[in-house]
């Protein structure tokens, strides 16, 4: 009995390092390159990636991104061009209101309070809308997309849920991207 009381013991102790050691998921991320504007033109990258692999239900011809909040990074996000030709249109938000969302095929959240980005997000569903948070590293405002910086790299988090019930397809290769997987 004592033996058995032993060898629990043990392995309790060793339970932590056994974690420790096991090695985490991390996101594929994307370097950010040389340059003053390289965390703005890495979110154009990353922007235009999640993009080129977003399926809405009818074709469009031109995808208008909605910024919503304090956008910090969203500089270059006017050159995206996907790789059929189509241009993406910005299309700035007045405060955290929700437009009409026949105008909006994607939704870029800058720097909002964690309520109204839950608001303006909650107000998407049922519309084929893509929507990306920019300033939000927990994944906790319900956006498909969370984008997370990191001094060299940035890459994002996946809200599958989010997605499972938005009326636009992701592309399956983007979760295996997002667990590490290329």
């Given at each position: ?11 309790l102790l060793l339970a932590p390092v056994a974690a420790v ?162």
């Amino acid at each position: 009995m004592i033996e058995l009381r032993n060898l629990l013991f043990c392995l309790l102790l060793l339970a932590p390092v056994a974690a420790v050691a096991t090695p985490l998921v991390k996101p594929a991320a994307m370097p950010l390159g040389p340059g003053p504007d390289r965390v703005a033109a890495g979110v154009a990258r990353m922007v235009d990636s999640i993009l080129e692999f977003t399926h809405w239900p009818t074709e469009r011809p031109t995808v208008r991104l909605c910024l919503a909040g304090a956008v910090a990074h969203g500089e270059r996000l006017d050159e995206v061009d996907l790789s059929d030709g189509t241009r993406l249109s910005l299309l700035p938000l007045a405060g955290d209101a929700s437009p009409p969302w026949s105008q909006c095929d994607a939704l870029y959240i800058g720097a909002l309070d964690a309520a109204a980005a839950r608001r303006l997000i909650a107000a998407t569903r049922g519309a084929p809308i893509v929507t990306i948070a920019e300033d939000d590293p927990e994944c906790s405002s319900g956006a498909m997309f969370c984008l997370l910086f990191e001094p060299q790299s940035l890459s994002f988090q996946l809200n599958i849920d989010a997605i499972s019930r938005s009326l636009v397809r992701i592309d399956p290769r983007v979760l295996r991207m997002a667990k590490g997987g290329y």
